[in-house]
C-alpha cells in the first residue's frame, strides 16, 4: 500500500521561511497529483497547494498565493512546498496527499479527490 512521509515541519518566527517534503512509496504506479492541506482544531481541512507530476500544473489557495511554492523531484517521488513570509495564521497541521487516479496534468482541491494521506506535520509560526 501506498506510504506518505512528511518532514519539515517546526517552529518559525513570523516572516521566517520553512520547506517541507512529502515522499510516496509502497506502489509502482506513479502519482499523478500531489497536495497539501492544513488543518487547525475544530475547522476543516484546507486546500493549500497541489502540483501535477509533470510540474506543469499548480494550484494554490489565495491564502498563501505568494509566498508559498510548490515543486517535485519525480525521481524521488518527493513534493516539496516552500512557504515564505510565513505569518501566524499559517500556524496548523500540514497534510501531504497524492492522487492516482486522472490524469497527469490533473490538479484538484478538494479532500476527497487524493487517495493517499501522510500523518500530517505541526507548524507553528511565532509572533
Known amino acids: 500500500q501506498v506510504q506518505l512521509v512528511e518532514s519539515g515541519g517546526g517552529l518559525v518566527q513570523a516572516g521566517g521561511s520553512l520547506r517541507l517534503s512529502c515522499t510516496s512509496s509502497?506502489?509502482?504506479?506513479?502519482?499523478?497529483?500531489m497536495a497539501w492541506f492544513r488543518q487547525t482544531q475544530g475547522k476543516e481541512r484546507e486546500f493549500v497547494a497541489a502540483i501535477s507530476r509533470s510540474g506543469g500544473t499548480t494550484s494554490y489557495a489565495d491564502s498563501v498565493k505568494g509566498r508559498f511554492t510548490i515543486s517535485r523531484d519525480n525521481a524521488k517521488n518527493t513534493v516539496y512546498p516552500q512557504m515564505n513570509s510565513l505569518k501566524p495564521e499559517d500556524t496548523a497541521v500540514y497534510y501531504c496527499?497524492?492522487?492516482?487516479?486522472?490524469?497527469?496534468?490533473?490538479?484538484?482541491?478538494?479532500?476527497?479527490?487524493?487517495?493517499?494521506w501522510g500523518q500530517g506535520t505541526q507548524v507553528t509560526v511565532s509572533s
Open positions: 509502497g506502489r509502482t504506479l506513479s502519482w499523478h497529483a
Open positions: 496527499s497524492a492522487r492516482f487516479r486522472g490524469g497527469e496534468e490533473v490538479v484538484l482541491r478538494k479532500v476527497y479527490e487524493y487517495d493517499y
